[in-house]
């Protein structure tokens, strides 16, 4: 039977490309990969290129291991003298070298790294049904018959150029759009229930790469998203909320608010409507872009030295932002603050505290709900947790020591040369972990070679 998708990928990454491809096949989206589907007594170079020539799409699973692959380059060259489209899943901070850029350039990168990769399987399977919709279109149909010889192409494009115009006007519906082709580049301004009985200033910022910026004044679940816009010139992604009319429908890809859909109608004098589950039927109007969007969450975290500094004061800034977003009585629970490292192990400084992870957990007495906070964060900077149990353990303290001093003290009993990860938090009763006792108000420190330790936050 033909496979719609061929997964190409490095041996290192056959964990996650079996991953993404039970994912497609949970969604009858079935694939071909090696060496699963290479029939017995079939050259190892023959199957690979009957299963590109069948297929519909090619999935690359990008990480540093595909990037010095011979193996993966070969058959992403196969895939485009067979005008396959590239699916391409990066599942490592890792850049294209020149070879892989030839082919990579033009496709639209999916991001699949920042947190491990069952949390982007749905969006991928989205991302790759919306690709194979538009394969299956009669534009697609038209290009694959196209002569592929320079001399026929000349021909071809001498003698049908009118014809190609009117099927390209009519028929041609992108998707994953580039920057010239994408409609809701610029700035969007609306008001939104804010779910308290009033409305929020909401501002909307679509770049040229598609990549999309929701202020922290929008309501939830919008507040200071940051992701990248998958559109679509039909009903493709929310055909519920698509009316006649509308000029589409969008997503976020790798992420965004959980399962946020919606259709989009672009007005006659350059006004923009959504419509989604969340707040229904939203008018927004155009404004300038000339300033750079500022957020609350700006001075949180002064400087991303590591280990992190001021952490006394990044949970008195957070607990206020916190209760101005979400509940007046909000109280920190714990913060956790770890660095963040590629697969060579060394900083990365491209993650938006510049290579540290930063998250806080808050509750709310009144509503018994759970709140984690991550300020940046690529795709939502609050995430709610609903009702939650504290077991007891209390609130952090308006002040306690400071996570550098809290280092410092272990220097003499430390072998490794720096932390990896810092949690402080109430332990409450006394709590077990590895060969650590914790007791109230305490920092559990973990090193880069595996040693834990546990510091009084404190003093009595």
Same mark, same amino acid.
């Given at each position: 039977?033909?496979?719609?998708?061929?997964?190409?990928?490095?041996?290192?990454?056959?964990?996650?490309?079996?991953?993404?491809?039970?994912?497609?096949?949970?969604?009858?989206?079935?694939?071909?990969?090696?060496?699963?589907?290479?029939?017995?007594?079939?050259?190892?170079?023959?199957?690979?290129?009957?299963?590109?020539?069948?297929?519909?799409?090619?999935?690359?699973?990008?990480?540093?291991?595909?990037?010095?692959?011979?193996?993966?380059?070969?058959?992403?060259?196969?895939?485009?003298?067979?005008?396959?489209?590239?699916?391409?899943?990066?599942?490592?901070?890792?850049?294209?070298?020149?070879?892989?850029?030839?082919?990579?350039?033009?496709?639209?990168?999916?991001?699949?790294?920042?947190?491990?990769?069952?949390?982007?399987?749905?969006?991928?399977?989205?991302?790759?049904?919306?690709?194979?919709?538009?394969?299956?279109?009669?534009?697609?149909?038209?290009?694959?018959?196209?002569?592929?010889?320079?001399?026929?192409?000349?021909?071809?494009?001498?003698?049908?150029?009118?014809?190609?115009?009117?099927?390209?006007?009519?028929?041609?519906?992108?998707?994953?759009?580039?920057?010239?082709?994408?409609?809701?580049?610029?700035?969007?301004?609306?008001?939104?229930?804010?779910?308290?009985?009033?409305?929020?200033?909401?501002?909307?910022?679509?770049?040229?790469?598609?990549?999309?910026?929701?202020?922290?004044?929008?309501?939830?679940?919008?507040?200071?998203?940051?992701?990248?816009?998958?559109?679509?010139?039909?009903?493709?992604?929310?055909?519920?909320?698509?009316?006649?009319?509308?000029?589409?429908?969008?997503?976020?890809?790798?992420?965004?608010?959980?399962?946020?859909?919606?259709?989009?109608? =672009?007005?006659?004098? $350059? !006004?923009?409507?959504?419509?989604?589950? +969340?707040? #229904?039927? @939203? %008018?927004? /109007?155009?404004?300038?872009?000339?300033?750079?969007?500022?957020?609350?969450?700006?001075?949180?975290?002064?400087?991303?030295?590591?280990?992190?500094?001021?952490?006394?004061?990044?949970?008195?800034?957070?607990?206020?932002?916190?209760?101005?977003?979400?509940?007046?009585?909000?109280?920190?629970?714990?913060?956790?603050?770890?660095? =963040?490292?590629?697969? $060579? !192990?060394?900083?990365?400084?491209?993650? +938006?505290? #510049?290579? @540290? %992870?930063? /998250?806080?957990?808050?509750?709310?007495?009144?509503?018994?709900?759970?709140?984690?906070?991550?300020?940046?964060?690529?795709?939502?900077?609050?995430?709610?947790?609903?009702?939650?149990?504290?077991?007891?353990?209390?609130?952090?303290?308006?002040?306690?020591?400071?996570?550098?001093?809290?280092?410092?003290?272990?220097?003499?009993?430390?072998?490794?040369?720096?932390?990896?990860?810092?949690?402080?938090?109430?332990? #409450?009763?006394?709590?077990?972990?590895?060969?650590?006792?914790?007791?109230?108000?305490?920092?559990?420190?973990?090193?880069?070679?595996?040693?834990?330790?546990?510091?009084?936050?404190?003093?009595?």
């Amino acid at each position: 039977m033909t496979k719609r998708i061929f997964v190409s990928y490095s041996s290192p990454d056959a964990a996650k490309a079996n991953l993404i491809r039970e994912a497609l096949e949970d969604h009858d989206i079935s694939c071909w990969i090696a060496p699963r589907d290479l029939s017995a007594g079939t050259q190892w170079g023959a199957g690979i290129v009957q299963a590109i020539q069948a297929c519909e799409a090619v999935v690359v699973v990008f990480s540093d291991a595909a990037n010095r692959s011979p193996q993966v380059a070969r058959e992403m060259e196969l895939a485009v003298s067979n005008r396959k489209p590239l699916i391409p899943i990066r599942v490592a901070d890792a850049m294209p070298t020149d070879d892989m850029q030839y082919f990579l350039g033009v496709s639209h990168w999916f991001n699949a790294y920042a947190m491990p990769i069952e949390a982007y399987l749905p969006d991928i399977v989205t991302a790759v049904r919306n690709v194979l919709a538009r394969e299956n279109s009669p534009w697609a149909s038209v290009t694959r018959r196209m002569p592929r010889t320079r001399t026929g192409q000349i021909a071809w494009s001498v003698a049908g150029a009118a014809l190609i115009a009117v099927v390209v006007a009519l028929l041609m519906r992108p998707s994953l759009p580039g920057p010239e082709k994408n409609p809701l580049v610029g700035r969007w301004e609306a008001k939104i229930p804010d779910g308290k009985g009033g409305s929020a200033d909401c501002i909307l910022d679509v770049n040229a790469s598609s990549q999309v910026v929701y202020t922290d004044t929008c309501p939830q679940p919008l507040t200071g998203a940051r992701q990248t816009l998958m559109l679509i010139k039909d009903n493709t992604l929310a055909p519920s909320l698509f009316k006649p009319g509308d000029s589409g429908t969008f997503s976020f890809i790798g992420g965004g608010p959980a399962g946020y859909v919606a259709a989009y109608k =672009l007005g006659f004098f $350059g !006004g923009l409507t959504t419509r989604d589950n +969340p707040f #229904g039927e @939203v %008018s927004w /109007s155009k404004v300038s872009s000339d300033q750079p969007l500022k957020s609350g969450m700006d001075n949180i975290v002064a400087s991303p030295a590591w280990p992190l500094g001021d952490m006394p004061g990044i949970a008195r800034r957070s607990r206020d932002y916190v209760r101005a977003k979400w509940q007046a009585d909000a109280q920190l629970m714990s913060m956790d603050v770890k660095l =963040l490292t590629n697969e $060579g !192990g060394t900083a990365n400084v491209q993650t +938006p505290q #510049g290579g @540290v %992870s930063l /998250s806080m957990r808050f509750y709310s007495p009144s509503t018994q709900q759970g709140m984690d906070f991550t300020p940046n964060s690529t795709i939502s900077a609050l995430y709610p947790l609903g009702v939650i149990d504290t077991y007891g353990d209390g609130p952090l303290p308006d002040d306690f020591l400071d996570l550098p001093q809290a280092v410092a003290s272990l220097q003499a009993n430390m072998r490794a040369k720096q932390i990896h990860e810092a949690q402080i938090q109430d332990w #409450g009763r006394e709590t077990t972990a590895g060969n650590a006792r914790m007791h109230g108000v305490e920092w559990m420190i973990d090193s880069q070679l595996g040693e834990r330790f546990v510091v009084p936050a404190v003093t009595k």
